[in-house]
C-alpha cells in the first residue's frame, strides 16, 4: 500500500502505475490486488500525516545536501586557494550571519508577502497548510535543491567576486556563515511547526514565530528577529 503523490497525480509500484484526478489525489491510498489493477482507498489522517511527514524530510534532506555543496564546500576550496587569517575569518564570519539574518527578513516581508507575485502565492501555501495534514511538506526553505542553488548564488557569487578581484579574503567566512544560518533556520522552522523539542534558549521562538501565521504584517524573523526589532515589525500590529 503506497500514497498516491499528489503533486503528479499517480501511483506507481514496480511496473504498474494508475492515474488519479487531482480532486482525488490528496490523500489517496493505492493497493495493489492482483494482476495490473490497482485498488483506490482514502488514506486515514495518520498514513496521510506520515507520508506528508516522509515528504517534507525528503525535501529538507535535499536542501541540507544542495547548502552544503553550494556554501561550505565552495569556502573550503576559497580558503585552500586563498588562505585568510583567522580574525578575518571571525569578521567575515560574523558579517555573513548578520547578512544572512537581514536577507531572511527582507526576503520574506517584502517578497514572500508582495501580493500577486508566484513568491506569494506558494508562500500562502505554507500560511494555508499550518496545522493541516500536509503541511510538512511546507515548511521548508526551499520547495527544490534549485531555489535554494538560486538563493546561494545570489548571495555568494557577488562576495567570491569581491573577494577575486579586492582580495577580501571574506568569502569562506561569508559562505559557511550562510550555510550554517540556512541550516539552523530551515531545522528550527521544521520544529516549530511540527511541535517538536527546540534547543534551550529558544523555545520562545515557536510562540514568537506562530504569532506571524496569526497577523502575518510582523515578526518576519524566524528565531533571531534583530531587523524585526529595527524596522519595528516585532509586535503584530
Known amino acids: 500500500m503506497i500514497l498516491c503523490d499528489p503533486r503528479n ?28 489493477y490497482l485498488t483506490l482507498t482514502q488514506a486515514s489522517d495518520t498514513a496521510h500525516g506520515a507520508a506528508s511527514i516522509a515528504r517534507g524530510r525528503a525535501i529538507k534532506r535535499d536542501n541540507f545536501l544542495t547548502s552544503i555543496a553550494c556554501g561550505f564546500l565552495p569556502a573550503i576550496l576559497l580558503y585552500a586557494a586563498f588562505p585568510a587569517p583567522s580574525l578575518n575569518l571571525l569578521f567575515s564570519f560574523i558579517a555573513g550571519f548578520l547578512w ?13 508577502h508582495l501580493p500577486g507575485t508566484s513568491l506569494a502565492r506558494k ?16 515548511v521548508n526553505l526551499g520547495s527544490a535543491p534549485t531555489w535554494v ?18 582580495g577580501f579574503r571574506s568569502a ?17 522552522h521544521w ?38 526589532f ?8
Open 9 to 36: 497525480h499517480t501511483c506507481t509500484r514496480g511496473n504498474v502505475k494508475c492515474s488519479i484526478t487531482p480532486a482525488l489525489a490528496f490523500g489517496i491510498l493505492c493497493t495493489r490486488t492482483g494482476g495490473n
Open 230 to 237: 529595527l524596522f519595528r515589525t516585532a509586535s503584530p500590529r
Open 172 to 188: 569562506p567566512g561569508v559562505l559557511v556563515a550562510f550555510t550554517a544560518y540556512f541550516l539552523l533556520t530551515e531545522e528550527l
Open 149 to 166: 542553488a538560486l538563493l546561494f548564488a545570489i548571495n555568494g557569487v557577488p562576495v567570491v567576486l569581491a573577494d577575486l578581484l579586492l
Open 100 to 112: 544572512a539574518n537581514y536577507f531572511e527578513y527582507a526576503y520574506h516581508r517584502y517578497l514572500l
Open 191 to 228: 520544529r516549530i511547526h511540527l511541535g517538536e523539542s527546540l534547543p534551550l534558549g529558544l523555545e520562545s521562538t515557536r510562540r514568537y514565530h506562530l504569532s506571524h501565521h496569526t497577523r502575518p504584517n510582523a515578526r518576519f524573523n524566524i528565531f533571531l528577529p534583530l531587523w524585526d
Open 123 to 138: 508562500h500562502l501555501e505554507h500560511h494555508m497548510t499550518d496545522g493541516a495534514l500536509n503541511e510538512a511538506e511546507n
